[in-house]
Each structure stands twice: as structure tokens, then as C-alpha cells.
């Protein structure tokens, strides 16, 4: 199994749908709530994890954390640790995970995930990767699919 062609585009930021969309108030899934210095939190609106986030970077288009300099990287990780504070005051998780994954969406970006006392898989990630890519990643568009134990709202996001 190889990247999908068009993965090697958007990982250089040709076409890349973050980028495009600049700043704005709401995503097709997600509502703003913080809007910081160089990224932007988005709620899910999507029923998948309760206090889900996704933290998306607005500067210069870049694929990893590597390529951010150190002043960029110091404001990014300024307004993660701001957004999970927020999320951990109001939701009280017992955990919470950042997950930086931009597998089928190469622009920087962080799941926040909060975990609670009644989480399906204390111990382990959540998302959860599935053993076999879901097969529309296979063809370069993100996918969502349940997380297999079946009994909670967690989402194994290709992203
Ligand atoms: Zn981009």
C-alpha cells in the first residue's frame, strides 16, 4: 500500500483545504472558540467525543511541528496548552490527549481529545488506529469510522 498521489501535494500545501479557508468563525464541523495568535480551536459539533477540539495551525503552510521555528512553535504550543486548560476547567477529563496526526489533511493540526472516567479504552489511544487504512483514505479523502469496540463515541479520525 502506498500514500495516495495526491498526498505529496497537499503535503507541500498545493491544494490544501486549511490553508484555503483562512480564518474562519465556523468549519464544516466544528465551531470556533478560540481564536489566538497564530492558530484556531474549533468544537466538534460532529457526536463523536464530548469536549473533542481540533486546533488548527494559521500561519505559513507546514505538515509537521519540525518545520515551525521556534518563536512560531512557542505560540502554537501557547495556544494548545491554553485550549486544554479551558477544556479540562469546564470538562473536568481524567485525561486528555493531543494528538498530532494530519495523515490525509497534512497541515498542521491537533486533536485534543479529553478522556473521561468512563472511557471505552482507559490506557490506550482514542481515536484508535484500525489495523487496515479505511478504504477512502485510500483514495486521499479523510474518513471517519467507529472506534471498534462499538460502545462509545469515539472516532477513529484519518486526519
Ligand atoms: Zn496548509
Known amino acids: 500500500m502506498e500514500w495516495p498521489p495526491s498526498f ?7 491544494g490544501c483545504a486549511m490553508c484555503q479557508q483562512g480564518r474562519p468563525e465556523a468549519t464544516d464541523d466544528g465551531v470556533r472558540f478560540y481564536a489566538g ?21 494559521r500561519g505559513r503552510h507546514v505538515a509537521e511541528p ?3 521555528n521556534d518563536e512560531e512553535a512557542h505560540g502554537y504550543w501557547r495556544d494548545l496548552l491554553i485550549v486544554g486548560r479551558t477544556l479540562e476547567d469546564v470538562l473536568r477529563p481524567v485525561k486528555t490527549n493531543y494528538n498530532v496526526l494530519g495523515n490525509s489533511v497534512p497541515h498542521l493540526h491537533t486533536h485534543i481529545v479529553p478522556r473521561y472516567a468512563d472511557d471505552p479504552r482507559p ?10 487504512p479505511p478504504r477512502d483514505a485510500r483514495r486521499g479523502a479523510p ?11 469515539c472516532e477513529v479520525i484519518a486526519s
Open 66 to 68: 519540525t518545520e515551525l
Open 143 to 153: 474518513t471517519r469510522s467507529r472506534c471498534p469496540s462499538n460502545r462509545h463515541r
Open 123 to 132: 490506557g490506550w489511544p482514542c481515536p484508535f488506529p484500525e489495523e487496515e
Open 37 to 57: 495568535e497564530v492558530s484556531d480551536a474549533y468544537l466538534r459539533r460532529t457526536n463523536i467525543q464530548r469536549g473533542l477540539t481540533v486546533v488548527i495551525w
Open 8 to 14: 505529496y501535494e497537499l503535503r507541500r500545501g498545493i
